[in-house]
């Protein structure tokens, strides 16, 4: 159950970054625009924040569930949070950014209780 949630949290805050890091999605996300410099700088850090989740996410649940189940199990929610992302950009774009702030957030605490019980 803690591995399903945590499996969650971390790839959308993955999904999220890597949405966010797109120079026209962030665009859209954010209320004021973003500037060329600013975008500069903010894009490799969210790309490797993304990746980094999506690692840690598929980590948990190998280990949790082991290579087969697991796997199938990583693959199953990337695709349903995939879709709740777009579904975010798409109709409430300003909503994404502390969504997945919340889930970057959230996500190191929950691995923490994962790993600890």
């Given at each position: 159950?803690?591995s ?9 805050g993955?999904?999220?970054s ?8 962030a ?32 980590a ?14 990583f ?12 579904a ?30």
């Open positions: 159950m803690l399903s949630l945590t499996e969650w949290v971390l790839g959308f993955g999904m999220g890597l949405c966010l890091s797109m120079k026209s999605h665009m859209k996300s954010h209320a004021r625009q973003i500037g060329n410099l600013n975008y500069r700088i903010w894009r490799p850090g969210q790309k490797w924040m993304g990746w980094s989740l999506l690692a840690l996410s598929i948990i649940v190998v280990s949790a569930r082991g290579w087969g189940p697991g796997l199938v199990s693959f199953g929610m990337l695709s349903a949070v995939t879709l709740l992302v777009i975010l950009i798409t109709y409430r774009p300003r909503w994404l950014v502390p969504a997945s702030l919340a889930c970057v957030a959230v996500g190191p605490i929950l691995t923490g209780f994962y790993v600890l019980f």
